[in-house]
């Protein structure tokens, strides 16, 4: 069975503290969407992209545009900014734009642009929103979302990985200075992070077969998460709105983003390395 609801681990490491600043202007913001002559001029004037993965980046944009995964102006410039290539590691950097999920390492992988894409215009993101990851990963997903938002906060369980995608966001955060804000550590991402709720947006990126009720209390009112449920052969991507209900308490929407489509994402684990899961014969388990 899961764990009930506990204290956020005390082996958890916070390496820096919230900066709670007003909306600043992102770079991002000025940047060209309409045309690949003029986007592609702007970013080699304000990025260290080179023209080649610019234009896998155009060209995939194009694709993700064409299948509604981003249907927001805002999501869009945050795509054709990031540079996803940073982050897919070197040895797999030429398959960062690819429909794919890419490894990483630790047993992980880098979700394709497409699946980011989605689950990040699904939960709306806004300049003013807490939004929190569970799931570091590559460490792409948070640095989109720091294009999106002030305030992103990511938890990652693997204590190596966490290092290594910090090294990445300490390296970039001087040309991309939005990296710096975003506020990370290494921990049990089940249990969300107590200190900086309530979230206006959750996204999980790995599968479980449920929904961790911390998370759903950390959910601000309105709030909104995706996350895929299912067990490990397929999940389906959720997306959660948390309601008030007119008695009291609150009420769950609940909608599949792909429409009955499975998706396989690495398995939501505990700091032991455990599965998490309802099933009291599998290998769920807490700290």
Same mark, same amino acid.
């Given at each position: 069975?899961?764990?009930?609801?506990?204290?956020?681990?005390?082996?958890?490491?916070?390496?820096?503290?919230?900066? +709670?600043?007003?909306?600043?202007?992102?770079?991002?913001?000025?940047?060209?969407? %309409?045309?690949?002559? %003029?986007?592609?001029?702007?970013?080699?004037?304000?990025?260290?992209?080179?023209?080649?993965?610019? +234009?896998?980046?155009?060209?995939?944009?194009?694709?993700?545009? &064409?299948?509604?995964?981003?249907?927001?102006?805002?999501?869009?410039?945050?795509?054709?900014?990031?540079?996803?290539?940073?982050?897919?590691?070197?040895?797999?950097?030429?398959?960062?734009?690819?429909?794919?999920?890419?490894?990483?390492?630790?047993?992980?992988?880098?979700?394709?642009?497409?699946?980011?894409?989605?689950?990040?215009?699904?939960?709306? !993101?806004?300049?003013? %929103?807490?939004?929190?990851?569970?799931?570091?990963?590559?460490?792409?997903?948070?640095?989109?979302?720091?294009?999106?938002?002030?305030?992103?906060?990511?938890? +990652?369980?693997?204590?190596?990985?966490?290092? +290594?995608?910090?090294?990445?966001?300490?390296?970039?955060?001087?040309?991309?200075?939005?990296?710096?804000?975003?506020?990370?550590?290494?921990?049990?991402?089940?249990?969300?992070?107590?200190?900086?709720?309530?979230?206006?947006?959750?996204?999980?990126?790995?599968?479980?077969?449920?929904?961790?009720? !911390?998370?759903?209390?950390?959910?601000?009112?309105?709030?909104?998460?995706?996350?895929?449920?299912?067990?490990?052969? &397929?999940?389906?991507?959720?997306?959660?709105?948390?309601?008030?209900?007119?008695?009291?308490?609150?009420?769950?929407?609940?909608?599949?983003?792909?429409?009955?489509?499975?998706?396989?994402?690495?398995?939501?684990?505990?700091?032991?390395?455990?599965?998490?899961?309802?099933? %009291?014969?599998?290998?769920?388990?807490?700290?």
């Amino acid at each position: 069975m899961p764990p009930a609801a506990a204290a956020e681990p005390e082996t958890a490491v916070q390496l820096q503290e919230a900066i +709670e600043s007003p909306s600043r202007p992102r770079v991002a913001d000025a940047l060209p969407a %309409d045309s690949e002559k %003029d986007y592609i001029a702007w970013m080699l004037a304000h990025s260290d992209e080179t023209r080649p993965f610019l +234009e896998r980046k155009w060209a995939r944009a194009q694709v993700i545009l &064409g299948r509604k995964d981003i249907t927001g102006p805002s999501v869009l410039r945050a795509f054709l900014y990031a540079p996803r290539e940073y982050f897919a590691r070197s040895y797999n950097k030429k398959k960062a734009y690819d429909d794919t999920a890419i490894p990483i390492g630790y047993g992980q992988t880098i979700s394709g642009p497409h699946m980011v894409s989605h689950m990040t215009q699904s939960i709306e !993101p806004e300049r003013g %929103d807490r939004i929190l990851e569970i799931g570091t990963g590559s460490g792409y997903q948070s640095a989109l979302l720091s294009e999106l938002s002030d305030h992103v906060y990511t938890i +990652e369980i693997v204590p190596a990985l966490f290092r +290594e995608t910090d090294g990445i966001y300490r390296r970039l955060s001087k040309r991309y200075p939005e990296y710096a804000s975003i506020i990370r550590k290494n921990g049990d991402g089940y249990f969300g992070w107590v200190q900086y709720a309530p979230f206006q947006k959750i996204i999980v990126t790995a599968g479980i077969d449920h929904i961790p009720p !911390p998370l759903l209390r950390q959910l601000a009112p309105n709030g909104i998460m995706v996350i895929p449920v299912g067990p490990p052969s &397929g999940q389906t991507v959720l997306r959660i709105v948390k309601r008030p209900a007119p008695g009291g308490g609150f009420t769950f929407e609940r909608s599949d983003i792909y429409r009955g489509r499975k998706v396989i994402f690495v398995p939501f684990t505990s700091r032991g390395g455990s599965r998490y899961s309802l099933d %009291d014969s599998g290998s769920g388990g807490g700290e």
